[in-house]
T-cell receptor, first 108, second 110 residues
Framework: GQQVMQIPQYQHVQEGEDFTTYCNSSTTLSNIQWYKQRPGGHPVFLIQLVKSGEVKKQKRLTFQFGEAKKNSSLHITATQTTDVGTYFCVHNTDKLIFGTGTRLQVFP | DGGITQSPKYLFRKEGQNVTLSCEQNLNHDAMYWYRQDPGQGLRLIYYSQIVNDFQKGDIAEGYSVSREKKESFPLTVTSAQKNPTAFYLC?????????FGSGTRLTVV
């Protein structure tokens, strides 16, 4: 079945440093969604991208969808301890296909 | 407030017993889903339902059963045939775009 891979699997950063997670698929994606899951919590929808080359920003978060619609990235500028959690990229068809996730740890 | 309610939050069961996890939504969403998450892993789809009285198997349906008699409710039964049932179970619903997740049920089989 279709797989959506994310790198890195884990990332530890000092508060104030930037963070980026990358999402890759072997097939073209009709869309990409991003979710954040805090430790012990449930995934929370962040954003959806559908257009080739699309870039969207939410405060310190920047989301990109690749030109070929096979990859995506999430960049966080100047991380804060509240950014801790696992970030998933997800392909939404008639069901959600979750990426493998990137766990972010931020040290104060 | 609209949302998805999963109960209970924590559940302990003896090996060999069936157990049913509750999922209720008041968002008027047509589609509902059950996912399983193991420690440090992503979510894997168990079952989903896009309309009342209809549901489809996901990637890991073996050992699980569901029903969708009402739009608001999508209970999941973990049967004794599920070989490794200890996990975090998440219910979700959607209309379009983003999905809304419940707070999850942590099932431990002893």
């Amino acid at each position: 079945g279709q797989q959506v891979m994310q790198i890195p699997q884990y990332q530890h950063v000092q508060e104030g440093e930037d963070f980026t997670t990358y999402c890759n698929s072997s097939t073209t994606l009709s869309n990409i969604q991003w979710y954040k899951q805090r430790p012990g919590g449930h995934p929370v929808f962040l954003i959806q991208l559908v257009k080739s080359g699309e870039v969207k920003k939410q405060k310190r978060l920047t989301f990109q969808f690749g030109e070929a619609k096979k990859n995506s990235s999430l960049h966080i500028t100047a991380t804060q301890t509240t950014d801790v959690g696992t970030y998933f990229c997800v392909h939404n068809t008639d069901k959600l296909i979750f990426g493998t996730g990137t766990r972010l740890q931020v040290f104060p | 407030d609209g949302g998805i309610t999963q109960s209970p939050k924590y559940l302990f069961r003896k090996e060999g017993q069936n157990v049913t996890l509750s999922c209720e939504q008041n968002l008027n969403h047509d589609a509902m889903y059950w996912y399983r998450q193991d420690p440090g892993q992503g979510l894997r789809l168990i079952y989903y339902s896009q309309i009342v009285n209809d549901f489809q198997k996901g990637d890991i349906a073996e050992g699980y059963s569901v029903s969708r008699e009402k739009k608001e409710s999508f209970p999941l039964t973990v049967t004794s045939a599920q070989k490794n049932p200890t996990a975090f179970y998440l219910c979700a619903s959607s209309m379009e775009r983003g999905y809304t997740f419940g707070s999850g049920t942590r099932l431990t089989v002893v």
